[in-house]
Every structure is written in structure tokens, then in C-alpha cells.
């Protein structure tokens, strides 16, 4: 018998969540990068042709405030801790499994951020795939963020993948 019923097959690509954020600022890209390689000067890669400041690529435009976010209704009552958040996060059933834990996460770069970009990201539910582990069966899903700037060209894209039993 599989854990993904068909109402969950049929979400598989469904949005999730859509965040927008505000303009980016030079303040923003310095802040982030005093803080990510503090105590090291950061690296004067982020200064481009222009003279325009490029955002490192684990830069989060998301990390302090969003000019928009967008969420299912179902989504506001539904606990970070409970296991089946990313199916009720669409208003459907999750398979009821009641451990869960990070599978980990793949991220692939395209444009850099820059001064004055808008970022867009759109959060869908990716697919699934079962295994027989240790403790029984074991669902892995997949949710797949997509971020694009103003101009619509792909600046990252970050695949979570999630293990629940």
C-alpha cells in the first residue's frame, strides 16, 4: 500500500507559498556580507562592472522583511513541527507519519542578485518517492523554491527534501 494517496499525487506541482521581496539595497548586500564572513573582510567580488554591489550567492532578500507573501489559507494553522505541514500547507491530507527529519537541500545558482533587484520566490511541491527503512516505510518529498528577479531570469533555485516515517 503506497503513503502518497491520490490526492497528494495530484498536488505534486502545486504552489506552496510565493514571496516577494522588497528592493534590494546596498545596505541589505553589506550587512549580509559583514555577517556571514565576519571576522574576515568579505570579498570585493561583490562590486561588479557597474560598480553596482552584487549580492553574494547565499544572499536572503526574504531574511528580514517581504514586500509580499503569500500563503494557502490552510497554511496560518498548521505547526513548523508537525509532520505532514507540507501536504496541510495545501489543504489536503498528509499521509500521517509521525517522525520526520531534513534530508537535506541542493541549490542551483543562476543571475546574481544585484542592487535594485526585486526577488520572486515560488514554493512548489515537488514529488515523492517511498523506500522501506529501518523503522518501516518511508516517504521522501521533495519541495522545490524557484527565485527570479524583476527582469524573470532564474537567480536560484533551492530543492528541500524532506524524510518522514
Known sequence: MSLVSPTMR????????????????????????????????????FVAEDEALVAPEEFNPFAWHMAENEVHPAASAVSKNDPDRTEKQLGIDGPGLRFMLN???????GERMRM???????????????????????????????????????VKTVESTLIRY
Do not use: C, F
Not at 13 to 28: L, M
Not at 103 to 109: E, F, N, S, T
Not at 123 to 146: C, F
Open 10 to 45: 495530484a498536488g505534486v506541482g502545486s504552489q506552496i507559498a510565493r514571496r516577494v521581496s522588497h528592493r534590494i539595497s546596498a545596505g541589505d548586500i553589506r550587512r549580509w556580507a559583514i555577517a556571514v564572513y565576519w571576522p574576515e573582510e568579505p570579498p570585493m567580488e
Open 103 to 109: 534530508g537535506g537541500m541542493k541549490a542551483v545558482y
Open 116 to 154: 535594485g533587484d526585486v526577488i520572486t520566490s515560488v514554493v512548489r511541491l515537488g514529488p515523492y518517492t517511498e523506500r522501506e527503512g529501518r523503522h518501516g516505510p518511508m516517504l521522501i518529498s521533495i519541495t522545490v523554491d524557484t527565485w527570479t528577479n524583476q527582469r524573470g531570469q532564474h
